[in-house]
């Protein structure tokens, strides 16, 4: 769950603002959305949300706080449905009368959107008559509350372009997303730095490359306009807008349902203590300045999803599970392009069972530079996908959401492909189920590939690689396939040394071959596995030719029993 509470509420003591004048029509509406907002506070469901005086983060007036897990909204009172349908109409004879005002575009934006009237609102958006750069920022925080984050990236892409420069600056500005050196940096910026520097930000962080548009981009920029609207306007919390509220909001998003805290005290009366609730799971998308400063070397660590503090999140509605995808990927080198194969299994995923899965393999070595493979049916055993793309560092990122049930797995990392000029190299290893018929080159071995790195009770698992550049065929060339535990602990080699247990079971194979010409030499070879323990080894291929350097290509895997 999450949850926000003015800090004020628990300390004791409201704080109050005052309005301001205007036009008598828009004095009405600014009234009517004052009277909503009060009739929501009144009638919110009641439900504990503050036992243990937590605060992830204070922020001004304001405690946040994430519980994590699978948040679920209570029902929502009819006679706060019926009130807002009011205000609604308000707000629609209001903008008869004043077209142009934008206070009362962004209002009803606002609300349809609250409403779940995505159609409506995107209509309202597109019908605004205020500032264009406005209307289409509406039209884009429409657009993504929708789910269309490819039209809501483009609308937005609008709005930035035809706001004026210092305004653009202010909506661009991902400082309170950032923290450590990565904020030190951004802040040193001016403004065409730090559109230079987001952009690469905005495409580390986007969750999905299989979808259109960048949806945590959109998601930020829908916060910034959802702050602009909320600026002049009482909130659901009972406080005139300021700067915690927008702090708040930009970080960790808008609350899609509040509930109110049982009264303290039944003999005296008080404003009721407000928490509203963003949608959960909430994640954290943003990677490490590691990763930001070396996408081609970036770890799987280096996007950490759930951490336990995080300066911001964003819970994509299309994931209500966002789960790391076990697989196997490798590189094999055409020419000046790479062939990337990867490779997953979600049929022993109880979140995936029996589910319509859409899975896609993506290589993006910048913002603007992405190959997709993509392929789509019911969960049944592995599924293998191929790109090809430049040989040069990318990240990998191969993704499977099942669209019913909400559903998201995903592996991502970079990879720098090896560049040794005129001299022998090595594939990554591939590991296949062999068939009857061992497999000998590429195409014919994707179909047997695993999905995983993880095997129960293995017997057979066939290793296929490849070298390049080894020459005329003339000269034999020394390989090696060995598979060793990886570790054991102190207390293992302790016990083993008193011959309690038996000496880890490793493998080892070594054989001289001339292998045959051309630029690529596939080879495969099936190992027997069935002797080995339960634990995590390397496999390991090393290939020595008669001329150079020795290579070698590695494998982990991790064995169960």
């Given at each position: 769950?999450?949850?926000?509470?003015?800090?004020?509420?628990?300390?004791g003591?409201?704080?109050?603002?005052?309005?301001?004048d205007?036009?008598?029509?828009l004095?009405?509406?600014?009234?009517?959305?004052?009277?909503?907002?009060a009739?929501?506070?009144?009638?919110?469901?009641v439900?504990?949300?503050?036992?243990?005086?937590?605060?992830?983060?204070?922020i001004?007036?304001m405690?946040?706080w994430?519980?994590?897990?699978?948040?679920?909204?209570?029902?929502?009172p009819p006679?706060?449905?019926?009130?807002?349908v009011?205000?609604?109409a308000?707000?629609?004879?209001?903008s008869v009368a004043?077209p142009?005002?934008?206070?009362?575009?962004?209002?009803?934006?606002?609300?349809l959107i609250?409403?779940?009237?995505?159609?409506?609102a995107?209509?309202?958006?597109?019908?605004?008559?205020?500032?264009?750069w406005?209307c289409?920022a509406?039209?884009?925080?429409?657009?993504?509350?929708?789910g269309?984050?490819?039209?809501?990236?483009?609308?937005?892409?609008a709005?930035?372009?035809d706001?004026?420069?210092d305004?653009?600056?202010?909506w661009?500005?991902?400082?309170p997303?950032?923290?450590?050196e990565l904020a030190k940096?951004?802040r040193?910026l001016?403004?065409?730095g730090r559109?230079?520097?987001?952009a690469r930000?905005?495409?580390l962080t986007r969750?999905?490359?299989?979808l259109?548009g960048?949806?945590?981009?959109?998601?930020?920029?829908?916060?910034?306009t959802?702050?602009?609207i909320?600026?002049?306007a009482?909130?659901?919390?009972?406080?005139?807008w300021g700067?915690?509220l927008r702090?708040?909001?930009?970080?960790y998003?808008?609350?899609?349902?509040?509930?109110?805290e049982?009264?303290r005290s039944?003999?005296v009366p008080?404003?009721?203590?407000?928490?509203g609730h963003?949608p959960?799971p909430?994640?954290?998308?943003?990677a490490?300045?590691?990763a930001f400063?070396d996408?081609?070397g970036?770890?799987?660590?280096?996007?950490v999803?759930?951490p336990?503090?995080?300066?911001?999140r964003?819970?994509p509605?299309?994931?209500?599970?966002f789960?790391?995808?076990d697989?196997?990927a490798?590189?094999?080198?055409?020419?000046?392009?790479?062939?990337?194969v990867?490779?997953?299994?979600l049929?022993g995923?109880?979140?995936?069972a029996?589910?319509?899965?859409t899975?896609a393999?993506?290589?993006a070595a910048d913002?603007?530079?992405?190959?997709?493979?993509?392929?789509?049916?019911v969960?049944?055993g592995?599924r293998a996908?191929t790109?090809?793309?430049?040989?040069q560092?990318?990240?990998l990122s191969?993704?499977?959401?099942?669209?019913?049930e909400?559903?998201?797995?995903r592996?991502?990392?970079g990879v720098?492909?090896s560049?040794r000029?005129?001299?022998?190299?090595i594939?990554d290893?591939?590991?296949f189920?062999?068939p009857?018929s061992?497999?000998?080159?590429l195409s014919?071995?994707i179909?047997?590939a695993?999905?995983?790195t993880?095997?129960?009770a293995?017997?057979?698992?066939?290793?296929?690689?490849?070298?390049y550049?080894?020459g005329?065929?003339?000269?034999a060339?020394?390989m090696?396939l060995?598979v060793t535990r990886?570790?054991?602990?102190?207390?293992?080699?302790?016990?083993?040394s008193?011959?309690?247990?038996?000496?880890?079971?490793?493998?080892?194979l070594?054989?001289?071959?001339?292998?045959?010409?051309?630029?690529?030499?596939?080879?495969s070879l099936?190992?027997?596995?069935?002797?080995?323990?339960?634990?995590?080894?390397?496999i390991?291929?090393?290939?020595?030719?008669?001329?150079?350097d020795?290579?070698?290509?590695?494998?982990?895997?991790?064995?169960?029993?």
């Amino acid at each position: 769950m999450v949850g926000i509470l003015p800090l004020f509420w628990l300390l004791g003591g409201p704080w109050r603002g005052h309005g301001t004048d205007s036009l008598a029509l828009l004095k009405a509406a600014r009234r009517a959305q004052q009277t909503f907002e009060a009739t929501r506070r009144a009638n919110l469901p009641v439900q504990p949300a503050f036992a243990s005086d937590r605060c992830d983060e204070r922020i001004g007036r304001m405690c946040y706080w994430y519980e994590g897990g699978l948040d679920t909204a209570p029902e929502e009172p009819p006679r706060i449905r019926e009130a807002r349908v009011r205000l609604l109409a308000t707000l629609a004879d209001a903008s008869v009368a004043l077209p142009g005002d934008e206070w009362i575009a962004g209002q009803r934006v606002r609300y349809l959107i609250e409403h779940q009237a995505f159609d409506a609102a995107v209509h309202v958006a597109t019908a605004c008559r205020a500032t264009t750069w406005w209307c289409e920022a509406l039209g884009g925080m429409a657009r993504h509350a929708a789910g269309d984050f490819a039209g809501a990236d483009s609308t937005f892409t609008a709005a930035l372009r035809d706001m004026p420069e210092d305004e653009r600056c202010g909506w661009t500005d991902i400082s309170p997303l950032l923290e450590g050196e990565l904020a030190k940096r951004y802040r040193r910026l001016d403004c065409a730095g730090r559109e230079t520097f987001a952009a690469r930000w905005w495409w580390l962080t986007r969750p999905l490359y299989s979808l259109g548009g960048n949806d945590r981009r959109t998601e930020h920029l829908a916060r910034r306009t959802f702050a602009r609207i909320e600026r002049e306007a009482r909130t659901t919390f009972g406080l005139y807008w300021g700067d915690d509220l927008r702090d708040l909001l930009v970080r960790y998003g808008w609350a899609t349902y509040w509930t109110r805290e049982p009264p303290r005290s039944e003999l005296v009366p008080s404003e009721p203590r407000i928490a509203g609730h963003e949608p959960s799971p909430s994640l954290h998308f943003g990677a490490t300045m590691q990763a930001f400063d070396d996408p081609g070397g970036a770890r799987p660590e280096d996007w950490v999803l759930d951490p336990r503090r995080a300066r911001e999140r964003y819970a994509p509605a299309y994931a209500r599970a966002f789960v790391e995808l076990d697989h196997q990927a490798a590189v094999f080198r055409r020419a000046d392009s790479c062939v990337v194969v990867g490779a997953y299994d979600l049929s022993g995923d109880t979140l995936f069972a029996g589910a319509s899965v859409t899975g896609a393999l993506v290589l993006a070595a910048d913002e603007q530079t992405v190959a997709l493979s993509r392929d789509s049916g019911v969960v049944r055993g592995t599924r293998a996908l191929t790109a090809t793309a430049p040989c040069q560092p990318f990240v990998l990122s191969l993704e499977a959401l099942a669209p019913g049930e909400k559903h998201v797995a995903r592996a991502r990392y970079g990879v720098t492909p090896s560049a040794r000029p005129n001299q022998v190299e090595i594939s990554d290893l591939l590991l296949f189920d062999p068939p009857d018929s061992v497999p000998d080159n590429l195409s014919a071995v994707i179909p047997w590939a695993y999905g995983a790195t993880r095997f129960s009770a293995p017997h057979r698992v066939g290793v296929f690689w490849e070298l390049y550049g080894v020459g005329s065929g003339e000269a034999a060339v020394t390989m090696a396939l060995t598979v060793t535990r990886e570790g054991g602990g102190w207390l293992r080699r302790a016990v083993q040394s008193l011959g309690l247990v038996g000496p880890h079971k490793n493998v080892r194979l070594e054989w001289d071959e001339v292998p045959q010409p051309g630029p690529v030499t596939p080879r495969s070879l099936v190992v027997d596995l069935s002797d080995l323990a339960s634990g995590r080894y390397v496999i390991e291929v090393a290939v020595s030719p008669a001329e150079g350097d020795r290579v070698m290509a590695r494998r982990e895997i991790t064995v169960t029993r």
